[in-house]
């Protein structure tokens, strides 16, 4: 394996490969609070065949830390990992992407389809944004995303996040998020150590993560923000009209049946937590079917399959490795 620095028209990204892959290029989209070596083990089972590569979003990893204008949604990564296909010259690329990365494939996706080969989603984040939203269409609870953004972060883990802590004492130390909402609870995975020094790249700040917070008159009090990670995710920012889309590369779309991060019951959805008393005072706001959202979007799409592997978080490369590179591998081909 090998990291490389590219210098692209935008800022200069880090990338890592396998030395000697060949054949049709695969590149790999990390989600929030993560890095592209989540993708490690699978660069690897696909080098024999494939030309697969992993990268950095801006404020993770290696990448250049340059800021996030949460105004335009996810594009800012979108137009990142675009620069980086014209700068390695790829006429065509398979994408690949996990939780925030599935919205940046599709974002990149509805801007240039040309250039994509496929998709694959891998428990993404809703065509609607994170949290703020009711029904299957993502109708907007509010008009200016009250329940969405950077002020939903819990400060502990932030703070935490920050300070490196790779310790297992506080519930909210990453290590401790990673294990009960990464991937499914009791789930066995090697090289923890590996990916607890991955989320703990990420840039901590108010143009990074979580971002700038707001608030606002309407329960729960927060709004999203215009800068950083949480508010790019935020509904009044990044909403995707799938159907427009042409030409349409085939979807596959796999997710683990047990995630409870990018759920119709997300335990990180504000209105959901209001719903069962974690946060006081909701009036009864329903949480976001951030699932059924996306199989309303993809259905819309059409050219999809959608894969559920039981026993499973929101981590599927990780939890069902096997599983997870065998329907992959079948959608590549």
Same mark, same amino acid.
């Given at each position: $394996?090998?990291?490389?620095?590219?210098?692209?028209?935008? *800022?200069?990204? /880090?990338?890592?490969?396998?030395?000697?892959?060949?054949?049709?290029?695969?590149?790999?989209?990390?989600?929030?609070?993560?890095?592209?070596?989540?993708?490690?083990?699978?660069?690897?089972?696909?080098?024999?065949?494939?030309?697969?590569?992993?990268?950095?979003?801006?404020?993770?990893?290696?990448?250049?830390?340059?800021?996030?204008?949460?105004?335009?949604? *996810?594009?800012?990564?979108?137009?990142?990992?675009?620069?980086?296909?014209?700068?390695?010259?790829?006429?065509?690329?398979?994408?690949?992407?996990?939780? $925030?990365?599935?919205?940046?494939?599709?974002?990149?996706?509805?801007?240039?389809?040309?250039?994509?080969?496929?998709?694959?989603?891998? /428990?993404?984040?809703?065509?609607?944004?994170?949290?703020?939203?009711?029904?299957?269409?993502?109708?907007?609870?509010?008009?200016?995303?009250?329940?969405?953004?950077?002020?939903?972060? /819990?400060?502990?883990?932030?703070?935490?996040?920050?300070?490196?802590?790779?310790?297992?004492?506080?519930?909210?130390?990453?290590? /401790?998020?990673?294990?009960?909402?990464?991937?499914?609870?009791?789930?066995?995975?090697?090289?923890?150590?590996?990916?607890?020094?991955? $989320?703990?790249?990420?840039?901590?700040?108010?143009?990074?993560?979580?971002?700038?917070?707001?608030?606002?008159?309407?329960?729960?009090?927060?709004?999203?923000?215009?800068?950083?990670?949480?508010?790019?995710?935020?509904?009044?920012?990044?909403?995707?009209? *799938?159907?427009?889309?042409?030409?349409?590369?085939?979807?596959?779309?796999?997710?683990?049946?047990?995630?409870?991060?990018?759920?119709?019951?997300?335990?990180?959805? *504000?209105?959901?937590?209001?719903?069962?008393?974690?946060?006081?005072?909701?009036?009864?706001?329903?949480?976001?079917? $951030?699932?059924?959202?996306?199989?309303?979007?993809?259905?819309?799409?059409?050219?999809?399959?959608?894969?559920?592997?039981?026993?499973?978080?929101?981590?599927?490369?990780?939890?069902?490795?096997?599983?997870?590179?065998?329907?992959?591998?079948?959608?590549?081909?």
């Amino acid at each position: $394996m090998k990291n490389e620095r590219i210098a692209t028209s935008r *800022l200069t990204q /880090n990338v890592l490969t396998v030395p000697g892959a060949e054949g049709e290029a695969v590149l790999f989209v990390h989600g929030n609070v993560s890095s592209g070596a989540f993708w490690r083990d699978a660069l690897r089972a696909l080098a024999g065949t494939h030309r697969p590569m992993a990268v950095d979003l801006r404020g993770f990893g290696e990448t250049d830390p340059e800021p996030v204008d949460a105004t335009r949604g *996810l594009r800012d990564y979108s137009d990142d990992v675009l620069a980086l296909i014209d700068a390695l010259a790829l006429e065509r690329v398979h994408l690949v992407g996990w939780s $925030m990365g599935g919205g940046v494939v599709l974002q990149a996706l509805r801007d240039r389809p040309g250039v994509v080969a496929s998709v694959t989603l891998v /428990n993404p984040v809703s065509p609607y944004g994170f949290g703020g939203t009711e029904g299957a269409d993502g109708t907007l609870t509010h008009a200016d995303g009250t329940g969405s953004g950077a002020g939903g972060a /819990n400060p502990d883990f932030v703070k935490l996040l920050a300070e490196g802590d790779r310790s297992e004492e506080s519930p909210l130390a990453p290590r /401790n998020v990673f294990r009960t909402a990464y991937v499914k609870p009791g789930a066995v995975i090697e090289d923890e150590d590996f990916y607890v020094d991955s $989320m703990l790249t990420t840039r901590v700040g108010e143009g990074h993560y979580p971002g700038d917070a707001a608030t606002s008159d309407a329960w729960p009090g927060l709004a999203p923000g215009t800068r950083g990670v949480l508010n790019c995710l935020a509904p009044t920012h990044f909403r995707l009209d *799938l159907t427009e889309i042409d030409p349409k590369p085939p979807i596959l779309w796999i997710r683990g049946a047990d995630d409870v991060i990018v759920s119709d019951t997300s335990l990180f959805d *504000l209105a959901h937590l209001g719903v069962l008393g974690v946060i006081p005072g909701s009036p009864g706001t329903p949480g976001q079917p $951030m699932v059924t959202q996306t199989r309303a979007a993809l259905t819309a799409y059409g050219n999809y399959r959608e894969v559920v592997l039981d026993d499973c978080g929101h981590s599927p490369h990780l939890e069902k490795p096997a599983e997870f590179l065998a329907a992959l591998g079948a959608h590549l081909t």
